[in-house]
């Protein structure tokens, strides 16, 4: 049997008020690497359950609208206890592109609160999510994304064929389009008074001493982008729920000849010192599951 364990706060704390209020939520984040088969899930499906979220985010999946049909009716019987739940499935389905996607699930007393979706404006599924509507009228915004990676690939070089057939003043790199179009979701949503949490694997370490290797200078300077964007707020940056809760830097990658914390869950610093409570990064599941 697998033995999982969490480094930083042990999500499996029982909650103080049972059963779950529409007045904290528990958020589970999840990069599951290209998820083919609801069958696939089940052992992670298990540390899920001993966690009991109220929102489910899985990252870089890969099945067919009949596997969520499976993998949704999993989730009713076994995490929502047969209760209604919400759930939003985003995949790039232009022609030429891989199939990386995203899911989020939503379930009761939250369900009832979902308002509105957020989508990627391109339709390249690198990122998605919902808008919570209290009753008091109070909004939260959860994103998942799936941001380029660094590394030469597919969904890479698919994405600057796709920047390069854009009119000249529109053009970019497919990372200065993904933070463009995040950044603008972001901003659009802070207008009306809705504070993001924003969460999924981000291509890029959050701290360099997370990683089995050295950085080259070309990565170096990938990483200082994506760090001088998380901070161009200099007064409220973006900033991780993990570092934020004084957790010390800790792998969510783990390869035989690499690691790295390129997954994490972000959220302005302001908006964390009146809500953040715990942040837990789970160990023990397949180095390619984090």
């Not at 067919?64 to 076994?78: G, I, M, Q």
Request: overall charge negative; hydrophobic content about 40%.
């Amino acid at each position: 049997m697998t033995e999982f364990t969490f480094v930083g706060d042990d999500m499996r704390r029982p909650r103080v008020v049972s059963p779950p209020q529409a007045s904290e939520f528990r958020l589970w984040v999840h990069n599951v690497d290209r998820l083919y088969a609801a069958s696939n899930f089940d052992a992670e499906l298990e540390e899920i359950l001993l966690v009991d979220p109220d929102i489910i985010v899985l990252i870089d999946v890969a099945f067919s609208p009949h596997v969520r049909l499976a993998l949704r009716d999993n989730l009713k019987t076994r995490w929502a206890r047969g209760a209604e739940i919400s759930d939003r499935h985003w995949r790039n389905e232009h022609p030429g592109a891989t199939d990386h996607g995203l899911y989020v699930v939503v379930r009761e007393p939250w369900q009832r609160t979902v308002l509105t979706d957020i989508v990627d404006p391109r339709g390249w599924a690198r990122f998605g999510g919902v808008v919570l509507q209290g009753r008091g009228g109070d909004s939260i915004a959860v994103i998942g994304v799936y941001a380029p990676t660094f590394a030469q690939c597919r969904e890479v070089d698919w994405q600057r064929a796709q920047a390069a057939a854009l009119p000249p003043e529109e053009r970019g790199t497919p990372y200065e389009l993904f933070r463009q179009d995040l950044g603008r979701a972001i901003s659009d949503l802070e207008t009306r008074g809705t504070p993001s949490i924003v969460a999924g694997d981000w291509n890029v370490s959050w701290d360099p001493r997370a990683r089995l290797n050295a950085m080259s200078s070309a990565q170096r300077r990938h990483y200082e982008q994506w760090k001088s964007w998380f901070a161009a707020d200099e007064d409220d940056p973006l900033t991780s729920a993990f570092a934020e809760r004084g957790h010390p830097p800790t792998p969510t990658l783990r390869r035989t000849n690499a690691s790295s914390d390129i997954d994490f869950v972000l959220a302005r610093r302001s908006f964390y010192s009146q809500t953040l409570a715990r942040a837990g990064i789970l160990q023990g599941v397949s180095p390619e599951v984090r």
